[in-house]
């Protein structure tokens, strides 16, 4: 059973970096799609970065040339480096995954999901 563990969420002011992590239990296979995706209070679960193990990535145009999705070597690690933070980036983010291979960003097309892990942003 795929587990996904999220970890490096925190606090930090406007402008500032944070790189999540994801970590991916159990994992054995080679093709995979992955994603990072955020929830705000009040707000639905949006989309915010893809990557398949083709190396293709996808990104919200709100993060684009911010942050950066990518996986280590072993391909049981995804990381989200996010830089320049804004207030509005504040959200519970999660990692999920999924064995098909159509790149996307919409949550429904995840079957497996992490536990969310908060980051805040202050201006």
């Known amino acids: 059973r795929v587990q996904l563990v999220e970890s490096g969420g925190g606090s930090v002011q406007s402008g500032g970096s944070l790189r999540l992590s994801c970590e991916i239990s159990?994992?054995?296979?080679?093709?995979?799609?992955a994603a990072w995706f955020r929830q705000a209070p009040g707000k639905e679960r949006e989309g915010v970065a893809a990557?398949?193990?083709?190396?293709?990535?996808m990104y919200a145009d709100s993060v684009q040339g911010r942050f950066t999705i990518s996986q280590d070597g072993a391909k049981n690690k995804l990381y989200l480096q996010m830089n320049n933070l804004k207030p509005e980036d504040t959200a519970v983010y999660y990692c999920?995954?999924?064995?098909?291979?159509?790149?996307?960003?919409?949550?429904?097309?995840?079957?497996?999901w992490g536990q969310g892990t908060q980051v805040t942003v202050s201006s």
């Open positions: 999920a995954l999924d064995f098909s291979l159509w790149l996307t960003l919409n949550a429904n097309d995840y079957d497996y």
């Open positions: 990557f398949d193990t083709d190396g293709e990535t």
């Open positions: 159990e994992y054995r296979y080679d093709n995979y799609k």
